[in-house]
């Protein structure tokens, strides 16, 4: 099963009028949690990040919600441990905005599921080295195109991207 087709049969590519999380307007909208729930499409995300991993990262972190199931997928596919950053430090407990086994100077692959200004993506890899951690890589299912490659270029990060959405629309 392609990707791209996947995404599009299981209704995760919508077209309309749209508010993304970046405050910006769009035409379409990639909804991966809707993709992401489906065993054989979550199951052909990690296959298709595991084939583009050129160095097996110490760590793979996932943000709160939307990229965790995906982090897993690529975990479990990959035996490489999961990290699971929060967009808030816990009021309780250890107080952690980073959940998991991360020792000082271990290199971590952000997985992300859509690209769009990078913002969101940009305050994990900030919290992940702010505790120690190398970030260099963030792989996400959908660049939108939308600057968020070049936001992150600008952070020292790079974009690994499974699919543009030049090709997505395509």
Excluded: N
């Amino acid at each position: 099963m392609e990707l791209r087709q996947a995404l599009a049969d299981c209704g995760a590519l919508r077209f309309g009028e749209f508010t993304l999380a970046s405050g910006e307007k769009s035409d379409y909208y990639v909804d991966i949690k809707k993709a992401s729930t489906r065993p054989e499409i979550l199951s052909l995300i990690a296959a298709e990040m595991d084939a583009r991993l050129a160095e097996r990262p110490d760590r793979i972190a996932g943000v709160v919600l939307g990229s965790i199931p995906l982090a897993t997928a690529l975990c479990l596919r990959s035996g490489v441990p999961l990290l699971m950053v929060r967009k808030e430090r816990k009021a309780h407990g250890t107080g952690s905005s980073v959940e998991g086994d991360l020792q000082e100077g271990m290199s971590v692959l952000v997985v992300e599921d859509v690209i769009t200004s990078a913002g969101s993506v940009i305050e994990a890899v900030d919290q992940l080295r702010s505790q120690g951690a190398a970030v260099d890589t963030v792989m996400a299912v959908i660049d939108r195109e939308a600057g968020g490659r070049e936001a992150l270029w600008g952070e020292g990060v790079k974009l690994e991207a499974l699919l543009t959405a030049s090709e997505l629309l395509d």
